[in-house]
């Protein structure tokens, strides 16, 4: 009965102190890309989300990050800048009051037979006037 016990003391211990060596080493930060729910111990290898859309590696989208109009959107893409772009110009037929960040303005008149266009890109001089460019596609007499 001695002998039982001492057997059963000795494999108490040794199950208990094995728990130890089964104990994973790894992230706990429940952020991170490659958390780890079964480790109990941070071993520092934590890698954390990137972009304003908390891209990982593996990810099929692209990093993200916050553009000028404060947008989630892929960096320097087509749409970069675009939800806070536009005609800034109040007297334009394309104004928006909305736009923060200076974008083209379209002028579109027809007077007879002429069409005017100006693109303004937020670049005119100011000297008291507009200056229009006519070019004719015909010259005749």
Not at 105 to 130: A, F, K, P, R
Request: glycine share 8%; proline share 2%.
């Amino acid at each position: 009965m001695k002998n039982t016990r001492v057997i059963l003391v000795l494999l108490g211990l040794c199950l208990f102190h094995s728990c130890d060596l089964y104990q994973s080493a790894g992230c706990t930060n429940t952020a991170a890309c490659n958390y780890n729910q079964d480790s109990l111990q941070d071993d520092g290898t934590c890698i954390l989300p990137t972009g304003c859309n908390n891209w990982c590696e593996g990810d099929v989208s692209e990093i993200m990050e916050l553009d000028s109009c404060d947008s989630c959107r892929v960096e320097n893409s087509e749409d970069w800048n675009l939800s806070c772009t536009g005609c800034m110009e109040s007297c334009a037929p394309n104004f928006d009051a909305s736009a923060s960040i200076t974008g083209d303005c379209d002028y579109t008149g027809i007077y007879g037979t002429v069409e005017h266009v100006i693109l303004y890109t937020g670049n005119w001089v100011s000297l008291g006037g507009i200056f229009l460019e006519y070019t004719s596609p015909i010259d005749s007499i």
